[in-house]
């Protein structure tokens, strides 16, 4: 199984950020993909998760307004877009799949003026 991310993103407040990760190694359906993050010194934090399957999506309460967890099944690609971002944004962002046993490299979003 192999997660790749896209590159690390700068972005100042307010605006949105679209993040990618592309799996390959396994049948892309069979596995929810999930979406952690880890802001500096704090903990992981789940944020999200779709079934690629049939676009079933679920978010952590604190991320249902401003995150959109989508999955592209022809490419095998999922995607967490994250709006209206604040400076408390700022993280590293994974994407994980077969119950979190997976991980791609991590994500920087950085939320700056």
């Known amino acids: 199984v192999q997660l790749v991310q896209s590159g690390d993103e700068l972005r100042t407040p307010g605006a949105s950020v679209k993040i990618s990760c592309k799996a390959s190694?396994?049948?892309?359906?069979?596995?929810?993909i999930e979406w952690v993050r880890q802001a500096p010194g704090q903990g992981l934090e789940w944020m999200g998760r779709?079934?690629?399957?049939?676009?079933?999506?679920n978010y952590a309460q604190k991320f249902q307004a401003r995150v959109t967890v989508t999955a592209d099944t022809f490419t095998s690609t999922a995607y967490v877009d994250l709006i209206s971002l604040r400076p408390e944004d700022t993280a590293v962002y994974y994407c994980a799949v077969g119950g979190l046993v997976n991980w791609g490299k991590g994500t920087l979003v950085t939320v700056s003026s």
């Open positions: 779709i079934d690629p399957e049939d676009g079933a999506t």
């Open positions: 190694g396994y049948t892309f359906s069979d596995y929810y």
